[in-house]
């Protein structure tokens, strides 16, 4: 609990500290992260292969935009002062460890998401549990992607495979701080979704900040420094 409290108090201030670049890093990255598949899907419907591309090759910005963030949220989860331009620098990292993180979440959330849409389209009760089943694994995948994202910045050789396997030791560490922010994530998402401004300006950034400062307090736990 102790953990938990302490995500808690340091979200809440550095969040108000440095408001202004989470606002701007939320826009752009929540910019980046549905122009791209509401191109696709607007593509798809209307039988339009040009939006289709379009849609594809914008989706291209996700990874880069989303490594900026994190990139970020580290530097706030530290208590250092950032500015636009530490964004800028997060974007700037090298575009292979990105793109095989983008590469693999875009195969395994297509596989779940198409799980759920043809489940849910059968009428059979059980194929009712089996699309349950498939959306708790896409909720708990994109939490382990939370941390996985806020794992990257402390590796001195950035890969998929590493920063989940580190990531997986600090839930073992401390499952109980884990399951908090998830429940923070979830809880501020589900808060956005009622009130579309905090999701515009806020939600994917301080998702991303609570992340951040979650890893952070596990990693000091696991040197024996918490």
Not at 20 to 42: C, E, F, K, M
Not at 60 to 66: D, E, G, H
Not at 131 to 152: C, E, H, K, S
């Amino acid at each position: 609990m102790v953990v938990i409290w302490d995500i808690l108090k340091k979200t809440a201030l550095f969040g108000w500290e440095e408001i202004i670049h989470l606002v701007l890093a939320n826009i752009i990255t929540l910019a980046a992260l549905l122009a791209g598949p509401t191109l696709v899907i607007t593509g798809i419907n209307r039988g339009s292969a040009l939006l289709m591309l379009a849609g594809s090759v914008v989706m291209f910005a996700i990874p880069p935009a989303l490594f900026g963030l994190f990139w970020l949220t580290y530097q706030i989860s530290l208590g250092n002062a950032v500015k636009f331009s530490t964004f800028v620098d997060g974007v700037k990292q090298p575009l292979k460890p990105m793109f095989i993180w983008g590469g693999i979440n875009l195969l395994v959330v297509v596989m779940l998401v198409s799980n759920v849409i043809f489940y849910q389209a059968m009428e059979a009760a059980w194929a009712a549990f089996v699309a349950q089943f498939f959306y708790g694994v896409l909720i708990v995948w994109l939490i382990l992607q939370l941390l996985t994202l806020a794992m990257y910045p402390h590796l001195e050789t950035p890969g998929f495979r590493l920063a989940l396997k580190n990531t997986l030791r600090l839930f073992a560490i401390n499952p109980f701080a884990v399951i908090g922010m998830a429940v923070i994530v979830i809880g501020e998402v589900a808060l956005g979704g009622y009130a579309p401004v905090i999701l515009g300006l806020l939600s994917v950034s301080l998702a991303a900040l609570v992340a951040s400062i979650t890893v952070e307090e596990l990693v000091k736990i696991s040197r024996g420094e918490g």
